[in-house]
């Protein structure tokens, strides 16, 4: 297969495309030996294999791959060492000082071809129709060990009958190609860390078993892939595979899928994608995947993608299919007769979390500069804005400090709100392995999380605090670390401004903030939190994960800096291990931040108001940019239906369906005069555009997404993009249209501008990008190949800075009308409003939302599972299916937003962070009771809905698009 | 939920205030709500905010309406 894109360097990539064996193994004392007469210097307790491997010389071996610990059942791999007996796996054979090993000789290629010749003898000979012939191991090895006959025939007991298994939507399980290596069991257990596979039965019986021996969909596998991958022959085979033949090249690009911004090999055929594989050189995801990034990626090709530029004069017509010329030049003459009528302030845009840093950029400097505002904003507002302000503010930077490996130096583990074997499932992965090995996990959560089941977990804490009393919490942490004196003094002196921390230590040391005041608060027994802050304080390297469980909060602000206080109270920050890190929900969310998608601040995080700091992007520019920050998103809203906002420029962002309060943003749409949605599909949001203009797929464009480690990873353009254009042209297009030239041939020149405009990616650009395959900024002068651990000396403000985190009870409680807490999350199979998952077999997994309560709950209002129920809060009320479960404590309610039709965001309030106005999702008092009928907001909703479907597909219809 | 675009301003500065009320020191206090609206808020909200007050300001508590003045 034709491979594009070869790294030049780095150490990550010089293997990234040979399996060595077994794992890479830490150690300070190094042994050299010698492989067929090559010496070669390894760290002490490397296998023997991996040891030839890296010095060029590949053992034959089927049972080994470098994720997995060696097993030592294939014996292939045997060798013979000089002055021992016999012939090891060398595998399992540590390399030792002056050792001398031979890989191949005339006794060893006779043991080999036995070897094969036995596995052969209960394997079917059907390479010529086998999906995996042109790339299969044991074929492979077959030919490598000369194999030319099978001495015991074909007629003895054998498991040629063995059932298939097509249960799982994307991949086969073919128990008669099995050869019993344990590598998918093994990959489940090691990389995964699911235990979803056993080995079932003894000797001849012995066979691979999903779950109870259920098959592959009713077991525990959450289809990760990790199993397929490390498959040496076709049992375990991606069904696009067995459709349509093995690729013919690929292209080394990343997920655009959640936060961790995993890398994967796109595998193609022509323009068609038949194969997304998990690539091993990726740094936040060293080949591991999941069910999302490694499958969920037919959207792209799905039959709902827009096709052509369409435009309408109001939202009650047909859509009327025009040039993307057409389509532009009504875009902006719309827009200069809103500025022209209403004034400059009257529009504004929205970047997206999904597009790439380039994109983003182009947005936000059309705003700026083509509109004359600082009318923009991004989906962040309503996920991590609190940890852009609470980071910056103790911190000094909008930006988690570690780098995703740096939990494997971890002796404890704190996760508050969130969820990482769900929303971040292949950093989860990680997490349960560094769990597996010892470090103790303490999670904060008003649900059973199930982090918390992972297996072989030690002692773990759940804190299972009640919804919106996040900072109760950690300030009752902060008190016990504080008046137990388990804070690290010389950290606190060296590092921090003491000022500030002598305010904090009074404050929090006062007794409503002990553990046992604030009981009553949080729920959370006094003993349990007293427990936890000594294990955080007192383990060794103690890291914080967070997510929108702490965000999403009319104190998400103060939570953030609490986190932080925290950190720096205990010392834990500046090296591996330590930190505070949020956990990023949507692929480039730490890109569009750091993109200046934000009203009050320029590309990295320059604010408006400075004078010597704008001035930079005037100069660059050529414009005047407005010192005064604009709107922000939920202030859009509320100005469009005040009439003094008119447009708005959406790409890549469903904002009808992921904001809150549904009906209020609605409202707001249909007040608009001139709405430019810019997607992939005819999202929520796009129901109420007058320009609709087709987006382009991660799989057709160039450009860069940032994850949540502030990696800056390139996405590389496998495919023309549908309609046409990448969506940085789109935006160019429109700029130029309203007479605010930009001429970009190529992304990579837009990254050389922000690198130039921007401290801390002054390092950055392409050809960097292709040497060293990601870069984590800040990369400068100072950190030339960037930098995975942050405030290792100092912090970007000098001193760290406690902030006072005083807890505010939010407006939001539960009361007579509505007793119930109702808070929103994310499930693994879905991602975000599930416009691309919805459009895939993930849909098998999670088709509608549902809503889950306690039994408690159920019972005292004659619930069953599986009931219709209607939710009322203040904002609204929506109709689901009821889940009765245990995860959840009495009194809390849980569903998720992926699906339009349920209306979670009818419900959600108006209420938002202080500091940022980030919604408070994890919030809402409701009411449940069971009920025999869709609400009104869904009815009118599906009737809606049904109509903009008309006008669009008769609109195609007509045009045969 | 009926809409108001004043109660809305007044019910995200008065959130602010009650965020920044440490010790009860309203003067320290007021500075730092009027320096957070400066940085975050749209020139038009701070308008319609200062407008807000000067009718009367009814609903904004004490710190944020010794904010407003210092917007």
């Not at chain 1, 394997?123 to 790339?135: F, M, Q, R, S, Y």
């Not at chain 1, 397929?228 to 090249?249: F, N, R």
């Not at chain 1, 349920?902 to 209420?911: F, H, M, W």
């Not at chain 1, 008092?925 to 597909?953: G, I, K, Y």
């Given at each position: 297969m034709i491979e594009y894109y070869q790294p030049q360097a780095g150490q990550n990539l010089a293997f990234a495309d040979i399996d060595l064996g077994t794992p890479a193994v830490n150690s300070d004392t190094t042994v050299t030996m010698s492989v067929d007469g090559v010496e070669v210097t390894v760290p002490a307790g490397t296998s023997v294999l991996r040891a030839a491997a890296l010095a060029g010389i590949q053992i034959p071996k089927l049972c080994a791959s470098d994720n997995l610990e060696s097993f030592g059942s294939c014996r292939l791999c045997a060798v013979q060492i000089e002055g021992r007996r016999g012939m090891p796996a060398s595998c399992t054979t540590p390399a030792e000082e002056g050792m001398k090993v031979t890989t191949q000789n005339d006794k060893l290629a006779t043991l080999r071809r036995n070897i094969m010749e036995l596995y052969i003898s209960d394997?079917?000979?059907?390479?010529?129709?086998?999906?995996?012939?042109?790339?299969?191991?044991?074929?492979?090895?077959?030919?490598?060990?000369?194999?030319?006959?099978?001495?015991?025939?074909?007629?003895?007991?054998?498991h040629l009958d063995a059932e298939k298994d097509h249960s799982n939507p994307y991949f086969s399980f073919d128990p008669s190609k099995c050869i019993v290596c344990s590598r998918c069991v093994r990959a489940c257990e090691e990389v995964q860390g699911t235990f979803a596979l056993t080995?079932?039965?003894?000797?001849?019986?012995?066979?691979?078993?999903?779950?109870?021996?259920?098959?592959?969909?009713?077991?525990?596998?959450?289809?990760?892939?990790?199993?397929?991958?490390?498959?040496?022959?076709?049992?375990?085979?991606?069904?696009?595979?067995?459709?349509?033949?093995?690729?013919?090249?690929?292209?080394?690009?990343?997920?655009?899928y959640c936060g961790v911004g995993c890398s994967f090999k796109a595998e193609m055929k022509g323009n068609q994608l038949v194969r997304m594989t998990p690539y091993k050189g990726g740094a936040a995801n060293h080949g591991h995947s999941c069910v999302k990034g490694r499958f969920a990626f037919g959207y792209a090709t799905h039959q709902d993608r827009l096709t052509t530029p369409m435009i309408r004069d109001s939202i009650d017509q047909p859509w009327k299919p025009v040039s993307w010329e057409d389509a532009i030049q009504f875009a902006a003459d719309r827009i200069k007769g809103i500025q022209a009528k209403y004034g400059r302030e009257s529009v504004g845009g929205i970047t997206s979390s999904r597009c790439t840093n380039e994109e983003t950029y182009l947005v936000q400097k059309l705003v700026r500069a083509a509109f004359g505002n600082n009318n923009t904003d991004t989906c962040a507002r309503v996920c991590h804005s609190p940890t852009g302000y609470g980071l910056k503010t103790t911190l000094g930077e909008s930006a988690g400090t570690q780098t995703f490996d740096s939990v494997m130096e971890s002796d404890v583990i704190m996760v508050i709100g969130a969820n990482p074997t769900d929303a971040h499932p292949v950093f989860g992965s990680l997490l349960r392995k560094r769990l597996r090995q010892g470090a103790k996990l303490i999670v904060a959560d008003p649900r059973h999380i199930d982090l918390l089941k992972t297996p072989h977990l030690g002692e773990a804490i759940h804190l299972p605090l009640r919804p919106g009393t996040n900072v109760a919490l950690v300030n009752a942490m902060g008190h016990v670390i504080v008046t137990e004196n388990l804070e690290n003094q010389a950290f606190i002196q060296n590092r921090c401004d003491t000022a500030l921390y002598s305010k904090w230590r009074e404050f929090i040391a006062q007794e409503r903030n002990s553990p046992e005041a604030s009981e009553s608060i949080t729920g959370v027994p006094a003993a349990q939190v007293r427990k936890a802050a000594r294990v955080y304080a007192q383990k060794g390297n103690s890291a914080i994960y967070y997510g929108l469980g702490v965000t999403e909060h009319s104190q998400g602000s103060t939570m953030v800096m609490g986190i932080a206080n925290l950190a720096m109270a205990t010392g834990n920050i500046g090296r591996d291990g330590v930190g505070v890190n949020p956990l990023r929900g949507q692929n480039n969310v730490q890109g569009s931040c750091d993109m200046g998608s934000f009203p009050h601040e320029l590309p990295g995080y320059q604010h408006v108001g400075v004078d010597e700091l704008r001035k930079n992007f005037e100069q660059a520019w050529g414009v005047d940019i407005d010192n005064e920050p604009g709107l922000r998103i939920p202030n859009m809203f509320d100005a469009a239906i005040e009439g003094t906002f008119k447009g708005l420029y959406v790409q890549g962002e469903d904002i009808a369906q992921s904001d809150p309060n549904t009906q209020h943003v609605q409202k707001a749409l249909s007040s608009l005069e001139c709405l430019i949605v810019q997607d992939l599909f005819l999202n929520e949001t796009a129901k109420y555009a007058h320009v609709l203009l087709p987006g382009s797929s991660f799989l057709e464009k160039d450009g860069?997404?940032?994850?949540?480690?502030?990696?800056?990873?390139?996405?590389?353009?496998?495919?023309?993009?549908?309609?046409?254009?990448?969506?940085?042209?789109?935006?160019?297009?429109?700029?130029?249209?309203?007479?605010?030239?930009?001429?970009?041939?190529?992304?990579?020149?837009?990254?050389?501008?922000?690198?130039?405009?921007?401290?801390?990616?002054?390092?950055?650009?392409?050809?960097?990008?292709?040497?060293?395959?990601?870069?984590?900024?800040p990369c400068n002068d100072d950190h030339p190949v960037g930098t995975p651990i942050m405030h290792v000396e100092d912090f970007p403000i000098g001193k760290g800075r406690f902030v006072l985190t005083e807890y505010v009870p939010t407006e939001e409680r539960s009361t007579r009308r509505f007793p119930l807490l109702l808070t929103t999350g994310r499930i693994l199979s879905q991602y975000n409003v599930g416009a691309q998952t919805r459009r895939t077999d993930n849909q098998i997994w999670h088709d509608e939302d549902v809503?889950?309560?306690?039994?408690?709950?159920?019972?005292e209002r004659g619930i069953r599972h599986g009931d219709w129920v209607g939710i009322t809060s203040r904002a609204g009320d929506t109709v689901m299916r009821a889940v009765v479960s245990s995860r959840m404590q009495p009194g809390?309610?849980?569903?998720?937003?992926?699906?339009?039709?349920?209306?979670?965001?009818?419900?959600?309030?108006?209420?938002?962070?202080?500091?940022?106005?980030?919604?408070?999702?994890?919030?809402?008092?409701?009411?449940?009771?069971?009920?025999?009928?869709?609400?009104?907001?869904?009815?009118?909703?599906?009737?809606?809905?049904?109509?903009?479907?008309?006008?669009?597909?008769?609109?195609?219809?007509?045009?045969?698009? | 939920m009926i809409y108001d675009k004043n109660q809305q301003l007044v019910k995200m500065i008065n959130q602010i205030a009650v965020n920044n009320a440490y010790d009860d020191d309203l003067e320290r206090a007021a500075d730092a709500v009027a320096s957070h609206v400066r940085k975050f808020w749209a020139k038009s909200m701070k308008q319609d905010i200062r407008s807000f007050a000067e009718a009367g300001g009814e609903g904004l508590n004490d710190i944020a309406k010794a904010a407003v003045n210092r917007i």
């Open positions: 394997h079917p000979l059907d390479c010529l129709t086998c999906p995996a012939n042109g790339n299969c191991e044991l074929q492979d090895m077959a030919g490598v060990v000369g194999l030319r006959e099978v001495r015991y025939g074909f007629s003895g007991d054998n080995i079932q039965g003894r000797g001849f019986e012995s066979k691979v078993a999903a779950g109870q021996n259920e098959d592959f969909l009713a077991s525990d596998c959450v289809s990760c892939g990790a199993c397929v991958q490390t498959c040496p022959t076709s049992t375990l085979m991606e069904k696009s595979i067995i459709d349509q033949g093995q690729p013919d090249h690929s292209v080394v690009t990343t997920c655009a860069t997404f940032t994850n949540a480690e502030r990696r800056i990873s390139r996405v590389r353009r496998v495919m023309p993009p549908v309609a046409g254009k990448q969506d940085w042209e789109v935006t160019q297009d429109l700029s130029n249209a309203l007479g605010y030239p930009m001429n970009y041939g190529h992304p990579s020149e837009i990254m050389d501008e922000i690198s130039r405009l921007t401290p801390t990616f002054t390092g950055v650009n392409y050809q960097r990008l292709e040497q060293l395959g990601s870069i984590q900024w809503l889950e309560l306690h039994p408690h709950d159920a019972e809390v309610v849980y569903t998720t937003f992926h699906h339009p039709g349920s209306g979670a965001n009818v419900i959600t309030t108006d209420n938002s962070d202080w500091a940022t106005n980030c919604p408070e999702y994890k919030v809402t008092a409701v009411q449940v009771e069971r009920v025999t009928q869709p609400s009104n907001w869904q009815q009118r909703h599906q009737e809606f809905d049904q109509q903009q479907r008309h006008f669009l597909n008769s609109t195609t219809a007509e045009t045969g698009g | -």
